[in-house]
């Protein structure tokens, strides 16, 4: 690339403009042009004539080839025919012969057509070199890649549009600037062995980040060469798209070997013409076979079952002669274990019809045929686990509870509470904690539930002559029963007494530092302390550390304020206080983190539909002018760096008495949360259709199995086969519920609303119940005309969960009762079952996903608790309301509602 930029001048020049004399017509710079120089040289060699005679007329020679450069051929001929003229007129005494008079004409008239066609040839010439230059110039502005020049030094002297445009500058702030301003300090010594390499001759490209003006980085791939005229040019392309694409391949890919691995199905190749296999990661590790080892179908069947190897290899022979489809199901060992799989295929052909190759998938079904156990298994691990997180989360309300019930300095009763959780959780015998962070000072305070005096003294460090003992050591390790042993206090206790038993040290922190211990003693039965109970310990240690460093901190009023901006500081939510005059009084670090440094109160704010929400709207104006309290409200904020960021907004007044002087902002970033969203909303997807084919198979084998069986099935093998069957249809129907979920949260939704009875809906619901409500009476009331704008088959989905939600939770035997109202604008449904009922504390929350109350987990009733969330989002889909109303041991109502016109 070439400067390309001229001046007004030389364009002039190039357009064979000649100069500009004055603001003269064309006409009279012409006429000007041609007799001027002419009348000039008269005057002179008037003057020098004494001196020049007879060869005065040579001074009409500059004349003629000042007119003809500056007017052309023309303008050098009429000078050339007035020059001779004025020779004939005014030189005509002096000469001796006419051929003396006629040289001067002949001679000037030639030398001014010359000149001016050489003039006139060069303007030409220099056009031509100028309109190539602009069409160059225009190539390159035009070009898709930046373009860049810059001399050895590394400063820029030229770049194209395209290079502006992609680091945000004007082409004026670029030149001047060098390499160095632009890519990051750690590759200047990599651009010096780059400049060594193009000085060679060779082309050098490599991919560069390079500073944008908005001071972001852009991802380039830069072709550089040194020009013949010693500058250095470089070719920039942007590979922000290119990596994105590569990204997302490589995404494609894993996600691929991912889901193959999660639903345990590999994929094959077999080239025929040289017997060679390629298996996918999980088909080598189905088979048992290394990645990097050969395999060819011989290979193959010899990982095959010896028992089904002859089928296998009979099966595979007719579907090459096209007898019948590659599809059976068969053993394999493979690592030292059998496994069944099963295998499809589909041949290529080439063009004579022969078969040159194929590509099948083989998925291991074995877990199918353990899935009752693994199943159960699975729920005693759930069951457990859940267990262990309510017993903590009910330790840690109970801390809560008692820090909040403080109204003065009373530590010891949050320590109370503490020890009392921490017997709770593990069933200890004796249990103490003592605060103090001085090995060699003792506990103040110090709580001791049931451990006898002398095991107090020896364990706790306390007020007296024999010393001290810390069981915790200096760096806060947890100690246990083995550590006590080797100590010198315990030497004279019996080998029986409790605390020899089992005894557990752990060190409760605050922000990083030891703020006391947490003693336990003789594990239940007299067995040692599990690593369960160690680890429920360190949660409530870890919990009860802030507890107990606020309880601390009530103490006095610089207490309560220094506690209170920790607190704030903390916190991982943003939080951001302004004044009644929408001044920014306080904001924490992470506001500071969230906005970037900027103006936590400049930022632009979007609603979840992108668009920009107006500054009224945003929500601590809305607090300080209406006085209302906004709570989880989403939205997008747009920080200093540009980024958008969702973020869950809370805001509610400061009020001193009746009056508003402030408000306060709470913002959450959730920008994992998305991520864990979208993440678990794809895997469900995938996980839900890999499983449906499977779980189809086996009931459609448990009912094929049924049917042949007849008679011949024993009790024990019928039962077993009802079981297989149960399961799976109960699996189906959570994989149907998994998948509907997906698509409400992709909202991939679909309608198809027209107008609907749905007191007919409800009848015929009630006359023909799905299966798993046979034998339950469903009570409809519902006047005539009850009709509503809906989709029919959502309307009817919506009615199942709810009559399979009131006959799985009400009480057996009880009749359900659905009762349809129609109103002016919606029609209201109604679906009463008696029972239990639902816990007030509950009611919030039973259409939320997976939600499942305490009482239903007691009595594991089967399900996921996705039947409630799908039907209140069909219903919000058709732009109606649900909620649920209960009675406790009484009854249980869910109510709709749903539009009687298209909205």
């Known amino acids: 690339m070439a400067t390309l930029a001229t001046s007004p001048a030389a364009q002039e020049r190039a357009a064979g403009s000649g100069w500009r004399i004055g603001p003269l017509p064309d006409r009279a710079r012409a006429a000007l042009v041609a007799v001027g120089p002419p009348i000039v040289a008269l005057g002179i060699g008037w003057l020098l004539w004494p001196l020049l005679r007879p060869f005065a007329w040579f001074s009409f020679f500059p004349a003629v080839l000042a007119s003809a450069w500056l007017g052309g051929r023309w303008a050098g001929a009429a000078s050339a025919a007035l020059s001779a003229l004025l020779v004939a007129l005014v030189f005509a005494g002096s000469a001796t012969r006419p051929a003396v008079l006629l040289l001067p004409g002949v001679v000037l008239t030639a030398v001014g057509w010359g000149a001016g066609a050489l003039r006139e040839r060069l303007a030409g010439a220099y056009a031509a070199e100028r309109a190539a230059a602009g069409a160059l110039r225009s190539f390159v502005d035009l070009a898709p890649d930046g373009i860049f020049v810059a001399d050895l030094d590394g400063r820029y002297t030229d770049v194209n549009d395209a290079g502006c445009r992609m680091l945000g500058y004007a082409r004026e702030e670029l030149i001047g600037k060098t390499i160095a301003d632009l890519i990051p300090s750690e590759d200047v010594e990599r651009l010096r062995r780059s400049k060594e390499h193009l000085l060679e001759g060779c082309v050098h490209v490599a991919e560069w980040s390079l500073r944008r003006k908005d001071g972001g980085w852009l991802p380039v791939e830069v072709s550089a060469r040194i020009l013949p005229d010693g500058r250095w040019q470089g070719f920039v392309r942007d590979v922000r798209e290119r990596r994105r694409v590569e990204l997302a391949l490589h995404q494609s890919e894993d996600d691929l070997r991912r889901a193959q691995a999660v639903a345990h199905v590999g994929s094959w190749r077999l080239d025929v013409r040289t017997d060679e296999l390629s298996w996918s990661d999980e088909a080598r590790r189905i088979f048992g076979v290394p990645r990097g080892a050969r395999v060819?179908?011989?290979?193959?069947?010899?990982?095959?079952?010896?028992?089904?190897?002859?089928?296998?290899?009979?099966?595979?022979?007719?579907?090459?002669?096209?007898?019948?489809p590659y599809d059976l199901e068969h053993r394999v060992l493979a690592d030292g274990e059998v496994r069944w799989v099963r295998a499809r295929a589909d041949l290529e052909r080439g063009a004579g019809g022969e078969v040159v190759g194929g590509i099948g998938a083989v998925q291991d079904i074995t877990p199918q045929k353990r899935a009752e156990a693994a199943l159960q298994r699975a729920h005693e691990t759930e069951q457990r686990l859940r267990a262990e997180l309510e017993a903590l989360s009910r330790a840690d309300a109970a801390v809560a509870d008692a820090v909040a019930r403080l109204t003065g300095p009373d530590l010891a009763t949050v320590l109370n509470v503490i020890v009392l959780q921490a017997r709770a959780l593990t069933g200890a015998e004796y249990a103490a904690l003592g605060?103090?962070?001085?090995?060699?000072?003792?506990?103040?305070?110090?709580?001791?539930?049931?451990?006898?005096?002398?095991?107090?003294?020896?364990?706790?460090?306390?007020?007296?002559?024999?010393?001290?003992?810390?069981?915790?050591?200096?760096?806060?390790?947890?100690?246990?029963?083995?550590?006590?042993?080797?100590?010198?206090?315990?030497?004279?206790?019996?080998?029986?007494?409790?605390?020899?038993?089992?005894?557990?040290?752990?060190?409760?922190?605050?922000r990083g530092r030891a703020v006391g211990n947490l003693y336990l003693a003789h594990a239940p039965g007299g067995r040692s302390f599990s690593e369960e109970d160690e680890r429920r310990v360190h949660q409530l240690a870890a919990r009860t550390g802030v507890a107990i460093e606020t309880a601390t901190l009530y103490a006095g009023e610089a207490g309560q304020r220094s506690w209170l901006q920790s607190v704030l500081e903390?916190?991982?939510?943003?939080?951001?206080?302004?004044?009644?005059?929408?001044?920014?009084?306080?904001?924490?670090?992470?506001?500071?983190?969230?906005?970037?440094?900027?103006?936590?109160?400049a930022h632009e704010l979007r609603d979840p539909s992108g668009a920009r929400v107006p500054e009224a709207q945003r929500p601590?104006?809305?607090?300080?002018?209406?006085?209302?309290?906004?709570?989880?409200?989403?939205?997008?904020?747009?920080?200093?760096?540009?980024?958008?960021?969702?973020v869950l907004i809370s805001a509610t007044p400061i009020r001193l008495g009746h009056e508003v002087v402030g408000a306060v902002e709470l913002l959450q970033d959730i920008r994992e949360q998305k991520e864990h969203e979208r993440l678990r909303e794809e895997w469900t997807s995938i996980v839900a259709h890999d499983l449906r084919q499977p779980v189809g198979t086996i009931q459609l084998a448990a009912d094929r199995l049924l049917a042949l069986g007849g008679e011949r099935l024993s009790a024990q093998e019928r039962g077993s086969l009802e079981r297989i069957r149960s399961c799976a249809v109960r699996l189906g129907r959570m994989i149907a519920d998994l998948l509907e979920a997906s698509r409400v949260e992709a909202g991939r939704l679909s309608l198809e609303p027209r107008l609907v009875d749905v007191g007919a809906v409800v009848t015929a619901l009630a006359e023909h119940p799905p299966a798993e409500q046979a034998g339950r009476r469903v009570v409809v009331s519902s006047p005539a005309g009850a009709t509503a704008w809906a989709d029919p088959d959502r309307l009817q989905q919506v009615l199942e969960n709810l009559l399979s939600n009131a006959v799985k939770y009400g009480r057996p035997g009880a009749d359900i009762r659905v009762d349809v109202s129609p109103r002016e604008d919606e029609v209201e449904v109604a679906v009463t079952n008696e029972g239990p009922g639902i816990p007030p504390a509950e009611l919030a929350s039973v259409f939320n996903r997976f939600a499942r109350g305490r009482g239903v987990q007691a009595t594991r009733t089967p399900g996921l608790g996705l039947g409630l969330y799908i039907a209140h989002q069909v219903v919000r889909a058709h732009g109606g309301r649900m909620w649920a109303e209960s009675v406790p041991d009484r009854t249980t109502t869910f109510r709709f509602t749903l539009p009687r016109r298209p909205r």
């Open 296 to 324: 060819t179908f011989a290979s193959f069947l010899g990982r095959v079952h010896p028992d089904d190897r002859e089928r296998v290899d009979r099966r595979w022979r007719a579907a090459l002669r096209g007898e019948e």
């Open 435 to 510: 605060v103090g962070t001085d090995p060699a000072a003792p506990f103040d305070p110090w709580i001791s539930l049931g451990m006898p005096d002398d095991v107090t003294r020896a364990i706790g460090r306390l007020p007296r002559p024999v010393g001290t003992l810390g069981l915790v050591s200096r760096d806060g390790q947890t100690l246990r029963t083995d550590d006590v042993r080797r100590h010198s206090r315990f030497a004279g206790f019996p080998p029986g007494h409790p605390e020899l038993g089992s005894l557990l040290g752990v060190p409760i922190r605050y």
């Open 570 to 601: 903390q916190m991982p939510e943003a939080i951001v206080v302004i004044d009644r005059e929408e001044r920014l009084r306080m904001h924490n670090h992470a506001a500071a983190v969230l906005f970037r440094g900027g103006d936590p109160l």
């Open 620 to 646: 601590l104006r809305r607090v300080l002018r209406e006085g209302v309290t906004v709570v989880r409200a989403e939205h997008a904020i747009t920080t200093a760096s540009g980024e958008p960021v969702p």
